[in-house]
């Protein structure tokens, strides 16, 4: 399994970015799927996942009414719309795939306390103005 990540960058507080993986070697409509992100100095946390066939997305209260997740089965790809970004989004950010939805409404699963299947590459995130 493979998860190429893209889209990071550096905005000013109040813009937008959008994160995107593609996975090769697994069929991602029997996956759940997630972003994590680690900031300097910080412990891993888990900001929104989404589990396989259609359910309901979790989204930390850090990132809610914010970031969007969303995915195309279709193309193996999921995504992260992150709007109103503010410096304390600052992080490498992770995507993730899990081949159980339990991790994803797990309750270590904001904690970053959960070991999904497949991750991708770090992406960096900057918010500065």
């Known amino acids: 399994v493979d998860i190429v990540p893209s889209g990071g960058g550096s905005v000013q507080p109040g813009e937008s970015l959008r994160l995107s993986c593609v996975a090769s070697g697994l069929r991602l409509d029997y996956f759940a799927i997630g972003w994590f992100r680690q900031a300097p100095g910080k412990e891993r946390e888990g900001i929104v996942c989404?589990?396989?066939?259609?359910?309901?997305?979790f989204y930390a209260e850090s990132v809610k009414g914010r970031f969007t997740i969303s995915r195309d089965d279709a193309k193996n790809s999921w995504y992260l719309q992150m709007n109103s970004l503010k410096p304390e989004d600052t992080a490498v950010y992770y995507c993730?795939?899990?081949?159980?939805?339990?991790?994803?409404?797990?309750?270590?699963?904001?904690?970053?306390?959960?070991?999904?299947?497949?991750w991708g590459q770090g992406t960096q995130v900057t918010v500065s103005s």
């Open positions: 993730a795939a899990d081949s159980s939805d339990s991790n994803c409404y797990s309750d270590y699963f904001e904690e970053g306390l959960v070991d999904f299947t497949s």
């Open positions: 989404i589990g396989s066939s259609d359910s309901t997305a």
